[in-house]
């Protein structure tokens, strides 16, 4: 853990503005957050999607936090112990905190979460349900859970972006994908539901009965499909905090130099970006046609005009933000240069040649988040390097629940541009790329990408408890991907988040959705 946070908060810098004012925080007053498109659910518990996140992590708590450290902090759990063979977690959780009807919270809820919502529908967390033998609720406020085999980020993964916890008594005995409730959240965290005005604003208000301090009395969610109008708002003050998902990169010089706005560009959370390549389906169940996008796309361009010069071309199957899990023998630098003749040779070899026009009988449509500036500048740089190619390649910018249902759910794209977050390991949020899956999961395996020794290396990487048999592991399966390439990685992620300078406390989390209750207003 310690060794990527020195990575990357070695970049980590604060561009503040000289705003001066006490110390100590003040209550009342609103913050008003940037959404590119609505949610398409505000249940965080049945999917990893980003707005659902933003919305959601002020909604529910999970059974811990982690602060920008890196560090896992208590947060619905008071404390907790493991058994020596690592495979028993015994928690006390926090007495006295109530559901926002006024419910109380309390370890049934735990057990029913992770077995009923979790463990089933969340892209992250069903794997580490996968390996629990049991989970046993001792009293109201102690839970046990029991493994069958160790697994090691298991702590990690019990943030409210993992497995935020839902009330028991709302959902059981219901169907949790299409309960009502989704839209109108019942949860335990700093802020209740209000109101949800489609394409315009999600509004949360204050929980009186919150355990800990909560200094906003209301914090707003607006839509801004617009990248331009996003950040026009966060300047005139129309908007107070723009987070890196939505954050065009070629403003971030500008708004370091106003002094009414802070920005923070580093992040403890290494994040890639990559695209899916759709395996099931000719020509990109090719393996050779797959390896020749790899060298036809110019990944030093889109570092650096896309994203600003705001990240680093990926270095392999699982980028480089975890460098102890990176091997040189996976190097797309080695493996996979700029080249376009090498690209041509190889399509040339799966039997698409050049025709009498210099096209190949190959036409990709590609899937991206048209509210997302840096992926429609990488999207326009993907058709002009497969163009010089032969590949023509026909741009689809959709909204995010369309993404999802296109995607995800009917596997109706060639290629398709995403961003995954790891949540602090590989295990957590990468290996869902990769490790064989049902289909219309969102968030998990677009690619229909299946292979047994894949599967064997990512099992023995997150059972494994030493960091020198995790690094092994990650070495043999990186030259697997790095050769069957169901995705192309393209950068790994620097993020940049925006503030306006009269918001206090922000960035209290290691993910900026997070710690809303300790944000507050300098009057």
Not at 115 to 123: F, M, S
Not at 150 to 179: E, K, M, N, T, W
Not at 341 to 355: I, K, M, S, V
Request: hydrophobic share 45%; aromatic share 10%; with cysteine.
């Amino acid at each position: 853990m310690r060794v990527w946070l020195a990575i990357v908060l070695s970049g980590v810098v604060l561009a503040t503005s000289a705003a001066a004012g006490p110390a100590q925080p003040q209550r009342g007053g609103t913050a008003v957050v940037a959404l590119g498109s609505d949610p398409e659910t505000l249940n965080l518990g049945i999917t990893t999607s980003f707005p659902v996140g933003a919305v959601g992590a002020s909604l529910y708590n999970g059974l811990i936090w982690v602060d920008p450290r890196g560090e896992i902090q208590p947060q619905l759990a008071a404390s907790w112990t493991i058994s020596p063979d690592g495979l028993q977690y015994t928690f006390q959780l926090r007495p006295n905190v109530k559901w926002h009807d006024g419910r109380p919270f309390t370890a049934a809820d735990v057990k029913f979460t992770m077995e009923e919502v979790t463990g089933k529908y969340q892209g992250r967390f069903r794997r580490a349900f996968e390996q629990m033998d049991r989970i046993t609720v001792v009293g109201p406020t102690t839970l046990v859970i029991r493994f069958k085999r160790p697994f090691a980020p298991f702590l990690r993964l019990l943030s409210v972006f993992d497995c935020p916890i839902l009330p028991q008594h709302v959902y059981a005995g219901g169907d949790v994908l299409r309960h009502p409730r989704n839209m109108e959240p019942v949860g335990t965290g700093p802020f209740r539901f209000r109101e949800w005005v489609r394409g315009d604003r999600i509004v949360l208000e204050r929980n009186p009965d919150y355990v800990d301090p909560v200094y906003l009395d209301r914090l707003v969610f607006r839509v801004f499909p617009s990248p331009t109008l996003r950040v026009t708002a966060l300047e005139t003050g129309e908007l107070d905090h723009i987070s890196d998902f939505y954050l065009p990169k070629t403003d971030v010089d500008r708004l370091r130099r106003n002094p009414a706005i802070r920005v923070r560009i580093g992040q403890p959370i290494p994040s890639v970006g990559f695209f899916y390549m759709n395996t099931r389906r000719p020509p990109l169940n090719n393996v050779k046609v797959r390896q020749a996008l790899a060298f036809a796309i110019n990944r030093v361009q889109i570092t650096q005009q896309a994203m600003a010069g705001l990240a680093r071309p990926a270095r392999g199957p699982f980028g480089d933000g975890f460098r102890w899990a990176w091997s040189p023998a996976a190097d797309f630098n080695k493996l996979y240069p700029y080249s376009p003749e090498r690209a041509a040779a190889l399509l040339d070899e799966a039997g698409f040649p050049r025709g009498a026009g210099g096209e190949r009988p190959i036409r990709l449509r590609l899937v991206y988040d048209a509210a997302r500036a840096p992926l429609v500048a990488a999207a326009a740089i993907i058709q002009d390097n497969l163009r010089a190619v032969g590949v023509a390649v026909e741009l689809v910018p959709v909204d995010a629940a369309v993404r999802i249902d296109r995607v995800y759910m009917r596997a109706d794209f060639d290629l398709a541009l995403e961003t995954y977050t790891s949540s602090g390991d590989p295990a957590i949020g990468y290996h869902r790329i990769y490790a064989t899956a049902p289909p219309r999961v969102p968030f998990v395996n677009a690619s229909g990408y299946s292979n047994p020794a894949v599967d064997e290396l990512l099992t023995r990487a997150t059972e494994a408890t030493s960091r020198a048999a995790r690094a092994q592991a990650y070495a043999e399966v990186g030259k697997l991907l790095a050769a069957d390439l169901p995705a192309l990685m393209l950068f790994d992620e620097v993020g940049v988040d925006a503030a306006r300078a009269t918001l206090r406390g922000v960035w209290t989390g290691a993910d900026a959705r997070d710690r809303w209750d300790a944000v507050w207003i300098q009057k």
